[in-house]
């Protein structure tokens, strides 16, 4: 897979990651937990790699959660900020590089994790097998990719993106910053004890379907562009995840997505499964 594949990606995440330092520690702690299942308990004296770490809020968690190893690899220029974030922590390293051919060593990790990152590969499945060669025996790995909605959905979701992914990336920056109010718009519409006004809100939310609703109006716009500007963004069923697990030897898979307790309305959905290698 060649590297101009991947320029818009490098450029896209340069920029939203170097502009965008939206740290929410109590947020990040919170969806961290979510979205690996690794409590303190379990990373304590591991050796554990953030597939994908863009600035570097989850490489935080992990490393004051007592990993003796934090290792962060991104493709772009967002790995300045993870350093400069991470500066602080003696225990965390950060690296550019490609999750298609990571620059690290068979059976290097304990814990891995990639969070919302292989969707935006060019191969989402070859990039998971990649990492997935990663993991120790006995180790755990979890990941969260957007889901396969509905195919009117789908269909909507392709035609903004197919118009949103060729803009130049600082237009379209702007261009997030401007209908990052729609997002609390739709919050407030689709929270409303009147039918008719909760179906304006699902309406207009499918209108402007990739528009956050976060309810911080910064992680709004950082959130949008995350999803308007790359020009992958591939969504999958929780059997296709599944079976890249089981082809790549692991067991005891879990759906984290189970049951989950998002730490605030309009927090999305996904497919988000955790397997371990054998022993």
């Known amino acids: 897979m060649s590297t101009a594949n991947q320029e818009r990606t490098q450029k896209a995440y340069g920029l939203q990651w170097n502009r965008y330092r939206i740290l929410r520690p109590e947020e990040d702690r919170a969806t961290f937990l979510n979205?690996?299942?690794?409590?303190?308990?379990?990373l304590k004296g591991q050796t554990v790699l953030d597939a994908g770490c863009g600035m570097g809020r989850y490489l935080r968690i992990a490393a004051e959660s007592g990993a003796r190893r934090v290792v962060g690899v991104d493709l772009s220029l967002a790995v300045s900020a993870a350093r400069e974030l991470t500066s602080d922590l003696p225990n965390v390293s950060v690296v550019r590089g490609d999750l298609l051919r990571p620059p690290f060593a068979s059976a290097s990790f304990d814990r891995i994790y990639s969070l919302g990152v292989l969707d935006h590969t060019p191969d989402p499945r070859a990039a998971f097998l990649s990492i997935a060669r990663l993991l120790r025996p006995g180790g755990r790995i979890a990941v969260w990719v957007y889901p396969r909605e509905r195919p009117v959905v789908e269909a909507i979701?392709?035609?903004?993106?197919?118009?949103?992914?060729?803009?130049?990336?600082?237009?379209?920056?702007?261009?997030c910053r401007t209908v990052a109010p729609i997002g609390g718009w739709k919050r407030r519409l689709m929270s409303s004890r009147s039918w008719i006004v909760q179906r304006f809100g699902v309406a207009l939310h499918l209108?402007?379907?990739?528009?956050?609703?976060?309810?911080d109006p910064e992680v709004r716009a950082c959130d949008t562009l995350d999803w308007y500007a790359p020009r992958y963004l591939f969504r999958h069923t929780a059997e296709e995840v599944a079976g890249w697990f089981a082809e790549a030897g692991l067991v005891d898979i879990l759906d984290l997505a189970r049951d989950q307790r998002f730490f605030h309305e309009g927090q999305g959905n996904g497919v988000n499964l955790s397997g371990r290698r054998p022993e």
């Open 35 to 42: 979205r690996t299942g690794f409590s303190p308990e379990d």
């Open 157 to 175: 979701m392709d035609a903004q993106r197919a118009v949103s992914s060729r803009l130049p990336v600082g237009i379209l920056e702007g261009l």
């Open 207 to 215: 209108a402007t379907i990739g528009v956050s609703m976060h309810p």
